[in-house]
């Protein structure tokens, strides 16, 4: 007996598209807009057309990624006018679905999926433009050719070739060079938990770079917020000590995984108040990451 070829449907891609519209937006709501707005466009899409489609992947991927190009160009705008810093949407990691394709990736290339979603790596992400950051992550992440990622975008191959190069480079330059072990990310992140409950200052300062940065994204809506990026260690340690007050009474605290990597949740009241990451510089914390905006928080 001869065996049916299933017809693909937008269904098997879905998941798929939102792993690519997660990294490029940042935002898990904007995420699933833009996979709706994929959905619409393709429920659209004539019958005729739609015969002469070769590949589904390819043509859904296609319009998600302009769709999220002209979504950053907009959301630029936007984080302008944003209530002090703007910092990406945490998501559990067991709760963002990944490409169909990595299941059977080995650890190593899995491992690289995941840092990929790290929030560290998609701050860096908003300093590209709309253009470098889909050619890098359709190249570097989602493994597309040139030739491909050049239709997606409708440019030339060499201008996508350039495009990778730049954001490449400016990712190299700004990335840590090493990446710690999630055990070591987790014990410092208990270790700075403690510190600042404690307000044990000394200890505090001594896991603290010299050059580490706080940002708070508050979203205007959280009392007690920074409203501005703060540097050096002694500012990073006060601010850390000083906004323990503000939180609400009764909260929990525990350390689990965002994105990836360890994190710091705190919860009150059965609701997420904020998410706090830290990124190493070998032993000691470069850069404290405090997302407290409630409305950033509904998947953690």
């Known amino acids: 007996m001869a065996e049916t070829t299933r017809t693909e449907t937008f269904e098997d891609y879905r998941t798929y598209l939102f792993a690519i519209a997660y990294r490029m937006l940042g935002s898990a709501m904007d995420a699933e807009d833009m996979v709706q707005d994929t959905y619409l466009r393709f429920q659209a899409t004539p019958a005729d057309v739609r015969e002469s489609i070769v590949s589904l992947k390819a043509y859904l991927t296609t319009i998600l990624t302009r769709l999220c190009v002209n979504q950053l160009q907009s959301a630029r705008r936007k984080r302008e006018r944003y209530p002090g810093p703007w910092l990406p949407e945490p998501i559990s990691t067991d709760h963002l679905a990944v490409p169909a394709s990595s ?42 050719e040139y030739a491909e990622i050049a239709e997606i975008l409708g440019k030339s191959e060499a ?26 990310q987790r014990e410092l ?43 050096g260690r002694a500012a990073v340690a006060r601010m850390s000590v000083g906004t323990m007050r503000f939180l609400p009474e009764g909260y929990t605290s525990a350390v689990v995984e965002i994105n990836g990597q360890p994190a710091l949740v705190i919860r009150a009241g059965g609701q997420s108040v904020s998410v706090v990451s830290v990124e190493l510089d070998g032993q000691r914390i470069r850069a404290v990451r405090v997302i407290a905006n409630p409305d950033k928080l509904q998947r953690v």
Do not use: W
Not at 103 to 110: K, L
Not at 131 to 141: H, M, N, T
Not at 212 to 227: F, H, I, N, S
């Open 159 to 184: 201008a996508c070739r350039q495009a990778f190069s730049r954001a490449k480079r400016h990712l190299a330059e700004h990335r840590p060079r090493v990446t710690p072990a999630p055990e070591n």
């Open 103 to 144: 299941e059977s990736a080995n650890p190593e290339e899995r491992m690289e999926l995941y840092e990929s979603l790290a929030l560290a790596f998609l701050v860096l992400l908003e300093e590209l433009g709309p253009i470098e950051r889909a050619v890098f992550l359709l190249r570097d992440v989602f493994d597309y």
């Open 189 to 231: 992140l208990t270790s700075f938990l403690h510190a600042v409950q404690g307000g044990d200052m000394v200890t505090l300062m001594a896991m603290l770079a010299e050059d580490a940065t706080l940002t708070t994204d508050g979203g205007g809506k959280v009392r007690g917020a920074a409203t501005r990026l703060l540097v």
